[in-house]
């Protein structure tokens, strides 16, 4: 009998965890920091996107500041490039929540891996993103906000991972920063946005987070 009981609580604290996880992290998603007050006028223009798993921002090419775009790669008909950052082995192996494995997510959040930037080029702007307007000085703090989460080698230059991305339009970069139960692919967007000054989280470790604050 006492090895039940200690079995039962052993299962109800293994199950308590997640279940507080899921109440905090929706309860703190719920809670909107508002954009930073300025006289500027948004004039510019920047998109969200998710692929149902990790979110995006996306920046028109001529958004992106010339040490952000350099050592890219790119094509001038490509007009639009988004950024995503997380775990090296969770980018790698789980393109979609199909992929997603037990033993993927156990390490992703108890093991620190390396980071990577999956950069994806568009020609043209998707139906599924979301449009936000911005302000200049929002977009300059976002483009080094972007900038400083590369991982560049001793010639100050981005490093290519040398393996394709999911499709012949995308490529993985080192990056800087260890995945985490607290830091997550969508709350390194969601910093991106706060530390921008734009309307954000308090903090959110899903995609659908973010994407309410500007539906």
């Known amino acids: ?12 604290y293994f199950l308590l965890v997640p279940a507080s996880y899921i109440v905090v992290s929706l309860t703190l998603s719920a809670i909107t920091i508002e954009r930073n007050k300025s006289d500027e006028v948004p004039d510019k223009t920047i998109y969200l996107a998710s692929n149902g798993v990790h979110l995006d921002i996306v920046l028109p090419k001529e958004g992106i500041e010339s040490k952000l775009l350099s050592h890219l790669r790119h094509k001038p008909n490509e007009n639009y490039l988004a950024f995503g950052w997380g775990d090296k082995e969770f980018y790698l192996n789980t393109p979609t929540w199909n992929d997603l494995t037990l033993n993927t997510a156990f390490k992703a959040v108890f093991f620190k891996g390396s980071a990577l930037i999956h950069v994806t080029r568009y020609q043209n702007k998707q139906s599924h993103w979301i449009k936000i307007e911005i302000t200049e000085s929002e977009l300059r703090k976002l483009n080094n906000y972007l900038y400083e989460t590369f991982e560049l080698n001793n010639n100050e230059e981005k490093i290519l991972l040398k393996r394709q991305g999911y499709t012949t339009r995308d490529d993985f970069y080192k990056a800087k920063g260890s995945f985490s139960f607290y830091k997550t692919c ?13 309307k954000s989280c308090l903090w959110t470790p899903f995609d659908f987070g973010l994407m309410n604050k500007y539906k």
């Not at 009998?1 to 109800?12: E, P, Q, S």
């Not at 910093?191 to 921008?196: A, C, D, E, L």
């Open 1 to 12: 009998m006492k090895t039940l009981r200690k079995i039962f609580k052993c299962t109800l």
């Open 186 to 198: 969508n709350s390194w967007v969601n910093t991106g946005f706060k530390s921008s000054g734009m």
